[in-house]
């Protein structure tokens, strides 16, 4: 099936922000103490001070059935613009200032020359972080599973 004009497809470019985007969101407070310092060293201005909000949460029966509202939850946002006129944006879920305008300083530094290098030190061990993290609380899910199961009487 041909792709639509009127939709855009993703470069790489675009596909590694959304990724390096997601794992900043999903980083901890504690995550980002180490790369404070180095993410606060160049000059920057805030272009939208961190702020928090609402959003409405979206579900689906079954993942594909009829939407309905789960209910609200807290954001906080917030944009950046480094001297050389890059911009970094944030999205977390949760009421953390400090931490949305460190990840919307981290987003603008990875746009820059140094990107290889702020994978690297920053965003893989985030993702590692945050993989630990899941596998951690899959396991602990898992050991509460209980398996249900039918059995079968011998009546014909």
């Given amino acids: 099936m041909p792709v639509s004009s009127a939709v855009p497809s993703t470069t790489a470019e675009q596909r ?3 990724y390096w985007i997601g794992v900043l969101s999903r980083a901890r407070a504690a995550d980002f103490t180490a790369h404070e310092p180095a993410l606060r060293d ?19 029966m079954g993942g594909s059935g009829a939407p ?10 917030c944009v950046v613009r480094l001297a050389d006129g890059r911009t970094g ?12 305008e460190l990840a919307a300083l981290a987003d603008a530094h990875l746009q820059g020359p140094q990107q290889a290098r702020w994978i690297s ?7 590692r972080a945050h993989a630990a993290r899941r ?17 079968v009487r011998g009546e014909n």
């Fill in 68 to 77: 309905f509202n789960v209910g609200e939850m807290s954001v906080t946002r």
């Fill in 16 to 18: 590694l922000r959304q």
């Fill in 42 to 60: 160049a000059e920057y201005q805030l272009i939208r001070a961190p702020e928090i909000g609402m959003t409405l949460v979206r579900g689906r």
């Fill in 121 to 127: 030190e920053l965003i893989e061990p985030l993702a």
């Fill in 89 to 100: 944006y944030s999205y977390l879920a949760g009421r953390d200032k400090p931490r949305a």
């Fill in 135 to 151: 596998a951690r609380q899959e396991a602990e899910t898992a050991a509460t599973k209980v398996e249900f199961f039918t059995l």
